[in-house]
């Protein structure tokens, strides 16, 4: 109960207000406003998570999540009395990739401690009963989101758990995933579960799923031999993996630790391994998988956006790769070009995973562009992201590429779903109990014709990794946002129409940010703080705190 103040009124805690954008084209303010929407509407307590259909937090589990944390940490400081979480959208639960997407795009600016329940709450008891971070379809990518909430809290009792994750991730997968030989990581791309992320040599044999993760199931004679069991090496898992070596190192130092030369050594020989097999000369890009098999020169958005942000390319590369990428009407695909086994007479008909827009892919390759000079491809991301939101007011998981409307496009198989999951699933489109009866299952994932065991996929509703793509191309791209361990720094990009932008209430450690941009393109005239001249918010800043900054020639 609230306590009455002097002047007898019963209070309770100031509300937190949510931030803010305005911008010169209405539409970039109005899609941020249903980013913050869908956002808030995938936060839910521990009952909450303990009641979803789709991957469900049970409280037991929690339970042994969190003594685990506190025995890393020593007290029980770092676990909230109150646990929150951030899932992954209307039909979703939280998964490591989720996650990860989550925090490193910016999500700790509105749900700070939904976004830490949920780091806590992906990550994997090993079978020597210690945590650790990293899966099948997100790599070292947790310690990429571990570190961005670090920089954005810092939180120190939560590094001090991050670090000891990571190294065990390291532990584990460099053991059963890593191949000496090449240097490079065993297992699927990031994000690319479907079966249509993969060429024609990668299906054949599977029947009935549409799941990648099942082919070592086929094929146990081709198999690796420990591990997941995929002997496929991907572009995006490789260049996760080497900055998680240099964050490793960057936790440590910041936690006043012995830095563990090893960490920046794999780094560097991971890099140097990408270079070697993953670089088209001829092209001017990044292959997508090297293999036993042929491996496939299919363009991957994360993966050559990866190799720019994390410095894999180089200058020279990664301005041939902005230029060789090829963007489709509404953005970057997922990969590209389509595959003939999905590819119709219209050029309409697209892979699920295959060709498909995934706000994910589009954040960071938006990100990527808008550092490098390229205020071209960021708007091409940005405006359409932002158009998308406003015309169906949410974000979806996935798009059309040609028509931009919400597509799960095609896929053989149906769904991994099972259980109350698929109940749930099915009542939310069709209405009634939601029996996975086969009448049900046709409607929902309709066969295409002429395409045998291919059907049409569902694009789920509500996605979180969407709407905190776009809070990235905001807050990172237009803004230009950067974290670091001693504060916060500015490099905006302002394409032609944006002019001015403005955020409101913006959250930084212990102050609220207010940031003015005046003037268009991407060199920076004249930065104040608090009206006088300054390019930083140094982490010790407190209170409100005004960023004016002039753009120009």
Known sequence: MNKPTPDGLARGPATRLQPFVTAGDPNISRAFRIAVGDIASNVTPLEGAASLTAAPLSKKRWE????????????????????????????????????MMHAWDGASFLATDAVKGALFATLVMSENGHVRSGDFITGFGWTVGAWSYYLHMGDRAFLKVALAATLAAFEHYERVEFDPQLNLFRGPAILCDGISSYPDFWVKGLTGTGHIIK??????????????????????????????YLIAARMQRELGLPVDPSLEEKAARLKAAINEHFWREDAGLYRYLVDPFGGSDQQEGFGNAFAILFGIASPEQTKRVLAA?????????????????????????????????????????????????????????????????????????????????????????????????????IAARLGGDGEPAPENLSKLFPPVAGKEGIN????????????TAYLRMVLHGLCGIRLDTDGLSFSPSVPKGMSPVAVYDLPYRQAVLEIQIRGEGQTIRKITVNGREHRTIPVSATGRQVIVIEMGS
């Open 215 to 244: 082919w070592p199931d086929f094929h146990p004679s081709k198999k690796a031999v420990v591990g997941l069991g995929l002997p496929m090496h991907a572009l995006s898992t490789q260049c996760i993996n080497c900055q998680a």
């Open 325 to 425: 990428m090829h963007v489709t009407p509404h953005g970057i695909p997922i990969n590209w070009p389509v595959y003939p086994r999905y590819a119709s007479p219209d050029g309409m008909t697209y892979g699920n995973h295959n060709a498909t827009l995934w706000p994910p892919v589009s954040g960071v390759w938006a990100q990527a562009a808008a550092q490098n000079g390229r205020l071209d491809l960021f708007a091409l991301e940005l405006k359409p992201l932002a158009d998308r939101a406003c015309r169906d007011n949410q974000f979806a998981e996935v798009y059309h590429p040609v028509t931009g409307q919400i597509y799960g496009g095609i896929q053989e198989g149906m769904t991994g779903r099972k259980g109350a999951g698929m109940r749930a699933f």
């Open 64 to 99: 042994t999540l969190s003594a685990k944390v506190v025995e890393i940490y020593g007290t029980r400081d770092v676990i909230p009395d109150h646990p929150s979480f951030l899932i992954a959208g209307l039909d979703y639960g939280m998964y490591q990739f989720d996650t």
């Open 456 to 467: 049409v996929w569902q694009a789920c509703g509500r996605n979180t990794f969407s709407a």
